[in-house]
């Protein structure tokens, strides 16, 4: 079997590596796309300070889960004032580097409305103009910094879209623990949470290969060893360094293999109840895990090496994992019956997503080698 595994990101990790960004930008402009509490932290100063006049404005509105609605005011806004800046530095979690991405693709018109037309339509396009994008993540979860999606909401339509396009894969992930030093529990919980299913969500897919697997497993068994310790330590810096590694390790994964059915049945948790993305993506693991196992030999054995055997014992373990850590595994704990749970699990086996999970057709041929 001929595998392929691609990846065209520059990844640049460590503490300090923030002090890299001038040299990764030479002599370019770039607008810096952010959240609001970044100036608060901190962080807006700092970057202004590495770019000084290099540094042609700040959108700092970004809200999390960026929605058609806030977008739309943003995008026109980029392309009507920084239409000649050549990159965009996206420093944030997920939401303000999907926003950068949605960003930097330009139209001809330079209206939204354009873009967002040939998402709803799913239709393959040349952007009228590109942007260079630096990811920057403040976050060890989110894996955007080095794939080319960008999730897209439509709240009001009940939709998401996703963005991904040749063009939108970062030029640089720029990846620095010492930016993740102030993030409040939630979010260390729900990004770390995140990262362990974009690690098992490549494991247990269509489009694995033997790098992505590689990079999967030392993920899953590194999230699973740390984050615990590092919700009960949030200021060691030796756990924040192996959290955003273990991070960077999971999106490499999955930014071949795309991700799963957890990921599929999260987006209707988060458009239906408002659930945090990294919690609605890996409550369902174990139930996931278990429709896994047995599907393919060889993933079982990739799924032993990232969880342990033995492997039957997994859901249970995965289990008691995430409620060790305050996050319930059942649907009913967040207001689901168990039919509602079984009708959300259907709609999810049938879109992108859940088609990529082993499991997904019903008679689908096991694999005996």
Not at 73 to 101: M, N
Not at 135 to 155: H, L, N, Q
Request: glycine share 8%; aromatic share 6%; hydrophobic share 45%.
């Amino acid at each position: 079997m001929i595998h392929e595994y691609f990846n065209p990101v520059r990844s640049v990790y460590g503490e300090g590596a923030l002090l890299s960004l001038p040299r990764l930008l030479g002599r370019r402009r770039a607008l810096l796309v952010t959240f609001p509490e970044a100036r608060a932290l901190g962080l807006v100063a700092q970057v202004q300070e590495l770019l000084g006049d290099r540094l042609t404005g700040v959108i700092e509105d970004v809200r999390p889960n960026p929605d058609v609605l806030e977008l739309r005011d943003q995008y026109e806004r980029f392309w009507r004032d920084h239409g000649d800046t050549a990159a965009i530095v996206a420093l944030g979690g997920g939401s303000a580097i999907d926003t950068a991405k949605a960003l930097m693709v330009g139209t001809a018109s330079g209206r939204f409305d354009e873009l967002l037309g040939l998402l709803q339509r799913g239709e393959p396009f040349e952007p009228h103009a590109v942007k260079a994008l630096i990811a920057v993540p403040t976050t060890a979860g989110t894996g955007s910094e080095v794939t080319p999606w960008a999730t897209i909401w439509d709240r009001a339509q009940s939709r998401k879209h996703s963005l991904h396009l040749p063009s939108t894969w970062p030029e640089v992930a720029l990846v620095d623990p010492l930016l993740m030093a102030s993030l409040p529990a939630s979010v260390t919980l729900q990004s770390g949470l995140d990262a362990l299913s974009h690690a098992l969500e490549s494991i247990w897919n269509r489009n694995a290969n033997p790098l992505s697997d590689t990079y999967a497993v030392c993920a899953a068994r590194d999230i699973l060893a740390t984050l615990p310790a590092l919700m009960r330590r949030p200021a060691s810096r030796p756990l924040r360094a192996r959290m955003a590694l273990a991070a960077l390790k999971a999106g490499m994964a999955f930014s071949n293999t795309k991700t799963a059915l957890a990921h599929a049945i999260s987006y209707e948790m988060t458009l239906r109840l408002g659930l945090p993305h990294g919690i609605a993506c890996a409550f369902p693991l174990p139930l996931v895990l278990e429709m896994a196992l047995g599907r393919s030999a060889s993933r079982d054995a990739v799924l032993a090496e990232a969880l342990g055997r033995p492997l039957e014992q997994a859901p249970a373990r995965l289990t008691a994992f995430l409620e060790g850590l305050g996050v319930p595994a059942r649907f009913a704990a967040y207001g689901l019956a168990d039919q509602e749970a079984q009708d959300l699990i259907a709609r999810a086996l049938t879109g992108a997503r859940g088609r990529n999970f082993i499991g997904a057709s019903a008679d689908m041929s096991r694999e005996t080698a």
